[in-house]
């Protein structure tokens, strides 16, 4: 049997400075939980306690593709990681042209074949 | 600028084989600004070489400095303190706070601080220290990861001071101290959505967060041996991508939480 300690995890944003709205090694409940609404701290990085919950808001006024994962490398490695797709329809605006992406792509995968190393991990 | 990370004589490439089998393993050392020493006495690692040297501050009497502090770590927890002063906490990941005075101060990995100290101590050498929490995390010189704080720089002598005992607390800086300059309240938010943090033994240890499968309408649920939850990258095919290609059915491997216009309100949670 694993025993996988409830241990606190730093928590990081792409894209956003988020406010942090409630942080405790407690059990939440949307219904009776206390949640700072008025200037709360707001930085990109915030702990989340082990046996607790993290709260945290941000605004959508950035498209794009954002990454939050736990800041703990090996833990991004194992996959520790979402990504808010914001603003899908007007993301592509943000970018001069689209190009860049499939000529990246293609010298992509016309290098995998010949290189030496595979994906071992979640490649975050 | 101050950097607060850790260190390995193996590469993080060798050492991810022991992290992907649950347990991270251990860093034998830290580092300020990309220095420090280590006593390879003991060790039978013929890449453990010594001969390192402290990184050094020089200050003058009187004076005032700002040191902008961040957690490079792979896998560490800092409680940093300086022998002999106290400091203001100015700023929090860039954003501008209004200052509060301690003596030591929580620095999750990837956080950054900016701090004054005012060189008030009575003239000699001090420990800069990177207090390295045992409690969050194993490391092979977690009483050693210092710097030295000179106020004649032409002394080469080791600081003799007493500083601050480490404690057993993996999280933040207190809430109530960190009061943003500029004012800003969140007011009305549109929806909120709760994430719970998990794991998974698949072909290794993977976490997973958004597995309560809480997806929008075009998240695209296919068949893999992935657990929802848990993001592995596809380098071939990158999000932005297949919005350029007009692939917007997010397989679940990407764990896209796609969102709209409204106040979004997030919680992640470990139960």
């Given at each position: 049997m694993l025993i996988i300690p409830r241990i606190t995890h730093p928590i990081h944003m792409h894209g956003h400075d988020f406010w942090v709205i409630g942080q405790a090694a407690a059990k939440f409940d949307a219904s009776t939980t206390v949640l700072n609404l008025t200037n709360p701290p707001r930085r990109d990085t915030a702990s989340l306690p082990g046996n607790g919950y993290l709260a945290i808001a941000f605004q959508i006024d950035n498209p794009g593709s954002w990454i939050m994962h736990c800041h703990i490398a090996w833990h991004a490695s194992q996959g520790f990681a979402l990504q808010f797709v914001e603003s899908e329809d007007e993301i592509l605006s943000t970018f001069a042209e689209d190009t860049t992406f499939q000529d990246t792509c293609s010298a992509w995968n016309a290098y995998i074949p010949i290189q030496a190393y595979e994906q071992d991990d979640s490649g975050i | 600028m101050v950097f607060l990370s850790d260190w390995s004589h193996d590469s993080v490439f060798e050492l991810w084989y022991i992290a992907m089998q649950g347990g991270p393993p251990e860093l034998e050392n830290g580092l300020i600004n990309g220095m420090n020493t280590f006593d390879c006495s003991s060790s039978t690692d013929e890449k453990c070489l010594g001969g390192g040297k402290k990184f050094e501050v020089s200050f003058e009497a009187g004076k005032k400095y700002r040191m902008r502090l961040i957690n490079t770590a792979v896998d560490g927890h800092f409680q940093f303190s300086l022998d002999g002063h106290s400091f203001q906490v100015i700023a929090m990941d860039l954003v501008p706070i209004v200052p509060y005075e301690t003596d030591n101060l929580y620095i999750s990995i990837g956080q950054r601080y900016d701090i004054i100290v005012e060189a008030n101590a009575a003239p000699g050498?001090?420990?800069?220290?990177?207090?390295?929490?045992?409690?969050?995390?194993?490391?092979?010189?977690?009483?050693?990861?210092?710097?030295?704080?000179?106020?004649?720089?032409?002394?080469?002598?080791?600081?003799?001071?007493?500083?601050?005992?480490?404690?057993?607390?993996?999280?933040?800086?207190?809430?109530?101290?960190?009061?943003?300059?500029?004012?800003?309240?969140?007011?009305?938010?549109?929806?909120?959505?709760?994430?719970?943090?998990?794991?998974?033994?698949?072909?290794?240890?993977?976490?997973?967060?958004?597995?309560?499968?809480?997806?929008?309408?075009?998240?695209?649920?296919?068949?893999?041996?992935?657990?929802?939850?848990?993001?592995?990258?596809?380098?071939?095919?990158?999000?932005?991508?297949?919005?350029?290609?007009?692939?917007?059915?997010?397989?679940?491997?990407?764990?896209?939480?796609?969102?709209?216009?409204?106040?979004?309100?997030?919680?992640?949670?470990?139960?």
């Open positions: - | 050498n001090y420990w800069l220290r990177a207090g390295w929490q045992t409690a969050c995390s194993a490391n092979g010189n977690a009483e050693g990861i210092t710097g030295i704080i000179r106020y004649d720089n032409s002394s080469t002598s080791d600081p003799t001071t007493t500083g601050l005992t480490v404690d057993t607390f993996c999280g933040d800086e207190a809430l109530e101290n960190l009061v943003p300059h500029v004012a800003l309240n969140v007011g009305k938010y549109g929806e909120m959505t709760i994430e719970e943090v998990g794991f998974n033994i698949g072909s290794y240890f993977e976490w997973t967060v958004n597995s309560s499968q809480s997806f929008g309408a075009n998240v695209l649920h296919i068949g893999t041996n992935k657990l929802l939850g848990s993001l592995i990258l596809d380098w071939a095919n990158p999000t932005n991508l297949r919005l350029a290609n007009q692939e917007s059915l997010w397989p679940a491997e990407y764990n896209v939480i796609p969102i709209e216009v409204s106040r979004v309100l997030l919680e992640a949670k470990q139960c």
